[in-house]
């Protein structure tokens, strides 16, 4: 995006490149926004999501996620809140306009190329955060999986996969927004929006409420 923080790939441009093209141009992003490869950070160094959820996001893991875009957004806004770098993959639709507005340490990739997975797996040696949304729903099989999730144990980002499953995720987040504020019946615009999120793990299952906007914040657990 012009004038802000974020640091934008091209669409196309992977495209264009060789395999060793790509992973350099894919290394030089990482390093214009300060995330490189480093020693490997503790489990308890999780990444926060929005401080109503009282969650946070392992290292070293994947998130299954809903095709949600407020709330992929205030889950970058909680990462890159508290110094995190975020890289997010196949999404050009995504608004990061508000984030990028006042927080760095972004980089978007459109157009991932021929190979989403394998960008997604360079992109694990720097960066905390790595957002891949796929085109259409699907399932990866655990042969296909298997290089990508040898790349995320290796490395120390948080791996969110929209639309996209992969075998034994270490939670699965399910939101859905469920009130818009700030509309009446014709006019109006909308200030703030609430967004009810499904937390599922192999321990179990709970749904917390996420206000986002103008509107107070508060949680409710079922």
């Not at 998130?63 to 407020?70: G, I, K, L, M």
């Not at 296909?144 to 791996?159: D, E, F, I």
Request: hydrophobic share 40%; with cysteine.
């Amino acid at each position: 995006m012009e004038g802000t923080s974020v640091r934008k790939i091209v669409a196309g441009e992977l495209s264009t490149l060789s395999r060793e093209d790509r992973i350099a141009t894919l290394r030089a992003r990482m390093e214009a926004v300060g995330a490189a490869p480093r020693p490997e950070l503790p489990e308890e160094q999780g990444i926060p999501a929005p401080p109503t959820l009282q969650l946070t996001f392992p290292r070293r893991a994947v998130v299954h996620c809903t095709d949600t875009p407020a709330f992929v957004v205030e889950i970058i806004r909680a990462a890159v809140q508290e110094g995190n770098s975020v890289a997010v993959v196949g999404w050009p639709e995504l608004l990061l306009s508000d984030v990028a507005q006042s927080l760095p340490n972004v980089v978007t990739v459109p157009d991932p190329g021929p190979d989403p997975l394998n960008t997604v797996a360079v992109l694990t040696e720097g960066m905390d955060v790595v957002i891949y949304r796929a085109e259409a729903p699907q399932e990866l099989s655990p042969v296909r999986a298997r290089p990508l999730l040898g790349k995320v144990r290796n490395g120390n980002a948080a791996v969110l996969l929209v639309n996209l499953t992969s075998p034994s995720p270490h939670l699965t987040l399910t939101a859905k927004v469920t009130r818009f504020h700030g509309i009446g019946p014709g006019t109006g615009r909308i200030r703030g929006l609430e967004i009810d999120v499904e937390i599922t793990t192999k321990m179990g299952r709970r749904v917390q409420k996420l206000t986002v906007g103008e509107a107070q914040s508060h949680l409710r657990v079922v």
